[in-house]
Protein backbone atom coordinates (compact mmCIF):
# COMPACT_ATOMS: atom_id res chain seq x y z
CA UNK A 1 0.00 0.00 0.00
CA UNK A 2 1.50 3.69 -0.82
CA UNK A 3 0.71 6.51 1.80
CA UNK A 4 0.65 10.00 1.14
CA UNK A 5 0.73 12.42 4.14
CA UNK A 6 -0.61 15.81 3.86
CA UNK A 7 -1.83 18.85 5.46
CA UNK A 8 1.09 20.10 7.70
CA UNK A 9 1.87 23.73 8.50
CA UNK A 10 2.70 26.41 10.26
CA UNK A 11 0.20 27.41 13.29
CA UNK A 12 0.00 29.09 16.49
CA UNK A 13 -0.26 27.53 19.61
CA UNK A 14 -3.57 27.02 20.39
CA UNK A 15 -4.38 26.45 16.89
CA UNK A 16 -5.71 23.57 15.08
CA UNK A 17 -4.61 21.75 12.10
CA UNK A 18 -5.75 18.57 10.24
CA UNK A 19 -3.19 15.97 8.82
CA UNK A 20 -4.47 13.63 5.76
CA UNK A 21 -3.07 10.21 4.99
CA UNK A 22 -4.56 8.76 1.49
CA UNK A 23 -3.50 5.07 0.70
CA UNK A 24 -3.43 3.66 -2.28
CA UNK A 25 -2.91 0.07 -3.83
CA UNK A 26 -5.14 -2.30 -1.54
CA UNK A 27 -7.95 -2.74 0.14
CA UNK A 28 -7.89 0.31 3.26
CA UNK A 29 -10.14 -1.32 5.33
CA UNK A 30 -8.12 -4.50 5.52
CA UNK A 31 -5.38 -1.61 7.77
CA UNK A 32 -4.40 -1.04 10.82
CA UNK A 33 -3.44 2.71 10.77
CA UNK A 34 -1.23 4.68 12.44
CA UNK A 35 0.08 8.38 13.12
CA UNK A 36 3.76 9.14 14.64
CA UNK A 37 5.89 11.64 14.90
CA UNK A 38 9.40 12.80 14.98
CA UNK A 39 11.04 16.04 16.36
CA UNK A 40 14.84 16.98 15.62
CA UNK A 41 17.33 14.85 17.47
CA UNK A 42 14.46 13.16 19.01
CA UNK A 43 13.30 9.13 18.29
CA UNK A 44 10.32 8.54 16.26
CA UNK A 45 7.23 8.63 18.51
CA UNK A 46 3.68 7.28 19.13
CA UNK A 47 0.57 9.47 18.35
CA UNK A 48 -2.51 7.60 17.29
CA UNK A 49 -3.84 4.73 15.94
CA UNK A 50 -7.35 3.13 14.72
CA UNK A 51 -8.48 -0.05 13.53
CA UNK A 52 -9.95 -0.55 10.41
CA UNK A 53 -13.29 -0.24 11.19
CA UNK A 54 -12.95 2.36 13.28
CA UNK A 55 -14.02 0.47 16.15
CA UNK A 56 -10.54 0.99 18.42
CA UNK A 57 -8.30 3.85 18.39
CA UNK A 58 -5.24 4.55 20.45
CA UNK A 59 -3.77 7.97 21.49
CA UNK A 60 -0.51 8.99 23.30
CA UNK A 61 -1.28 10.59 26.82
CA UNK A 62 0.44 13.78 25.22
CA UNK A 63 -1.99 14.28 22.66
CA UNK A 64 -5.20 12.28 24.17
CA UNK A 65 -8.16 14.94 24.60
CA UNK A 66 -6.61 17.20 21.68
CA UNK A 67 -6.43 14.89 18.91
CA UNK A 68 -8.44 12.71 16.91
CA UNK A 69 -7.73 10.32 14.36
CA UNK A 70 -10.53 8.87 12.18
CA UNK A 71 -10.63 7.02 9.13
CA UNK A 72 -12.68 6.81 5.74
CA UNK A 73 -12.86 3.75 4.09
CA UNK A 74 -14.55 5.15 0.81
CA UNK A 75 -11.99 7.55 0.30
CA UNK A 76 -9.34 5.45 1.62
CA UNK A 77 -7.95 8.39 4.01
CA UNK A 78 -6.88 8.23 7.86
CA UNK A 79 -7.22 11.89 9.12
CA UNK A 80 -5.63 13.23 12.42
CA UNK A 81 -7.78 16.38 13.52
CA UNK A 82 -5.47 18.31 15.78
CA UNK A 83 -6.86 20.88 18.24
CA UNK A 84 -4.97 23.07 21.01
CA UNK A 85 -1.54 22.85 19.23
CA UNK A 86 1.31 23.26 21.35
CA UNK A 87 5.12 24.30 20.43
CA UNK A 88 6.07 20.58 21.73
CA UNK A 89 3.76 19.13 18.67
CA UNK A 90 5.95 20.78 16.36
CA UNK A 91 7.31 17.11 14.22
CA UNK A 92 7.29 15.54 11.16
CA UNK A 93 4.35 13.72 11.34
CA UNK A 94 4.26 10.16 9.56
CA UNK A 95 1.39 7.82 8.66
CA UNK A 96 1.50 3.86 8.84
CA UNK A 97 -0.35 0.90 7.75
CA UNK A 98 -0.36 -2.82 8.65
CA UNK A 99 -2.63 -5.53 8.13
CA UNK A 100 -2.78 -7.26 10.49
CA UNK A 101 -1.09 -5.57 13.47
CA UNK A 102 1.19 -8.27 15.58
CA UNK A 103 2.52 -6.83 19.09
CA UNK A 104 2.25 -3.14 20.49
CA UNK A 105 0.29 -0.71 18.30
CA UNK A 106 2.64 1.93 19.82
CA UNK A 107 5.87 0.43 18.22
CA UNK A 108 7.15 2.08 14.91
CA UNK A 109 8.60 -1.93 13.68
CA UNK A 110 5.23 -3.34 13.74
CA UNK A 111 3.93 -1.43 10.97
CA UNK A 112 4.76 -2.34 7.35
CA UNK A 113 4.18 0.88 5.33
CA UNK A 114 5.21 4.46 5.65
CA UNK A 115 4.31 7.77 3.98
CA UNK A 116 6.42 10.68 3.49
CA UNK A 117 6.08 12.79 6.22
CA UNK A 118 4.21 15.72 6.91
CA UNK A 119 5.79 18.75 8.91
CA UNK A 120 3.99 20.32 11.30
CA UNK A 121 5.43 23.52 13.15
CA UNK A 122 4.19 25.33 16.05
CA UNK A 123 4.83 28.86 17.11
CA UNK A 124 4.44 29.95 20.78
Known amino acids: VQLQASGGGLVQAGGSLRLSCAAS????????MGWFRQAPGKEREFVSAISGSSSITYYANSVKGRFTISRDNVENTVYLQMNSLKPEDTAVYYC??????????????????WGKGTQVTVSS
Open 25 to 32: GHTFSNYF
Open 96 to 113: AAVAPIRGSVYNTENYNY
